[in-house]
């Protein structure tokens, strides 16, 4: 049986998703709901056998026209983040499975809005969150091994990850995201706290250095483009004390781009993670690789690791979730991914935004130093 599915937001996240349909089947796009004409949008649809009857245009505040529920089992939502409250409130008391993009709320307290209305009406099981570095094969591999790392190279003292966007026309269009109503750069980029959390079954602790800057002022010069956050780690595989900084950025040139995650144990050996950037791993065999080196920073192994890509995974994992079947993120995970999110928005009101050209260039380096993954 094919699920019929309705997307709100037809932006990149629609492409991806639109990958990983053709491969594993399923799920039958049938409606859209987006903000320009169809005409606009027309190829592009049609393609996927959406007609001008079968689209529809929310308002300014992301409304969604009541017609668009009408014969569809599940809501796909990636228009901005501002919105999917409202959307998911929406489509849930339409009785719809709902799936949304990157984040359920924009701050700790619509969150916490949002899961008690979740919790009091039992839409526990008809709420999936995609975060989609959970399904990229470095993160699955990460969590597969890492119980047998620690036990071979001790407890993890510290994790570094940087991810580093180059210039992107798209994202030229999309400086919504950096506002803080829609999250800002440090909810754009999530995604090394969901792995981190995720793969190493981590809670985490406080901020305790925090770096706004600015890398790419033809994006913004108000909103930072950059962030550099320490935030504590606890948990079975984490020594006392152990930390994470995470690097991210977008806009940055060519030399210093890099989706890169490094893990040191005690022992002093390194896991360094490589994720390849979406055009790599929808169009390519690349799913990237692992790389193990020694106290002397020698590489002593590396993997090139294989398997479906991220989109067709989310498929599946969706299609399951309408069949009763939910092993997605429950709401006490968001929370915990989340959690250094909700602190970064209270400590940014008194957080410096710094453009110095030399302490950009640091943080630029200090990212890719060491990461043979980098560029990739």
């Given at each position: 049986m094919d699920y019929k599915l309705g997307?709100?937001?037809?932006?990149?996240?629609?492409?991806?998703?639109?990958?990983?349909?053709?491969?594993?089947?399923?799920?039958?796009?049938?409606?859209?709901?987006?903000?320009?004409p169809f005409d606009d949008k027309k190829e592009l649809l049609s393609s996927f056998g959406i007609e001008r009857e079968n689209y529809y245009i929310s308002d300014e505040n992301g409304k969604i026209p009541q017609q668009f529920f009408d014969g569809i089992d599940m809501v796909h939502i990636s228009d901005p983040n501002k919105f999917h409250a409202d959307q998911i409130i929406d489509s849930l008391r339409n009785?719809?499975?709902?799936?949304?993009?990157?984040?359920?709320?924009?701050?700790?307290?619509?969150?916490?809005?949002?899961?008690?209305?979740i919790e009091k009406n039992g839409y526990q099981e008809k709420i999936y969150l995609h975060l989609h570095y959970l399904h990229k094969q470095p993160t699955i591999e990460l969590a597969n091994t890492l119980p047998g790392l620690v036990r071979q190279n001790g407890k993890i003292k510290l994790i570094e990850a940087s991810f580093f966007e180059p210039v992107n026309g798209e994202d030229v269009k999309r400086t919504w995201i950096l506002d803080m109503q829609n999250g800002g750069?440090?909810?754009?980029?999530v995604h090394p706290y969901e792995v981190i959390a995720y793969a190493t079954k981590c809670s985490f602790g406080r901020i305790v250095a925090l770096k706004n800057l600015v890398t790419n002022s033809n994006y913004s010069t108000k909103d930072p483009t950059g962030v550099e956050a320490t935030v504590e780690l606890n948990g079975d595989s984490f020594e006392q004390g152990a930390t994470a900084t995470v690097r991210v950025a977008k806009?940055?040139?060519?030399?210093?781009?890099?989706?890169?995650?490094?893990?040191?144990?005690?022992?002093?050996?390194?896991?360094?993670?490589?994720?390849?950037?979406?055009?790599?791993?929808?169009?390519?065999?690349?799913?990237?690789?692992?790389i193990m080196t020694n106290a002397d920073g020698q590489i002593i192994g590396a993997k090139l690791l294989t398997g479906p890509n991220s989109s067709e995974i989310f498929v599946r994992e969706i299609i399951d979730f309408r069949n009763g079947k939910h092993d997605g993120l429950k709401l006490g995970d968001i929370e915990?991914?989340?959690?250094p999110q909700w602190e970064y928005q209270r400590l940014i009101k008194s957080t410096p935004l710094i453009d110095d050209d030399q302490v950009v260039r640091k943080f630029l380096e200090d990212g890719t130093s060491g990461m043979p993954c980098a560029k990739n």
């Open positions: 997307v709100v937001g037809l932006g990149h996240w629609f492409s991806w998703l639109t990958a990983g349909l053709g491969v594993e089947g399923g799920l039958e796009l049938v409606k859209a709901v987006g903000t320009k009785g719809k499975h709902v799936v949304t993009e990157k984040t359920i709320a924009v701050d700790e307290s619509q969150f916490n809005e949002i899961k008690s209305f750069i440090f909810m754009d980029w806009g940055v040139p060519d030399s210093y781009v890099s989706k890169s995650l490094r893990i040191k144990f005690d022992s002093g050996r390194q896991m360094l993670m490589c994720f390849p950037g979406h055009e790599k791993e929808f169009n390519t065999s690349e799913r990237g690789k692992i915990r991914i989340f959690k």
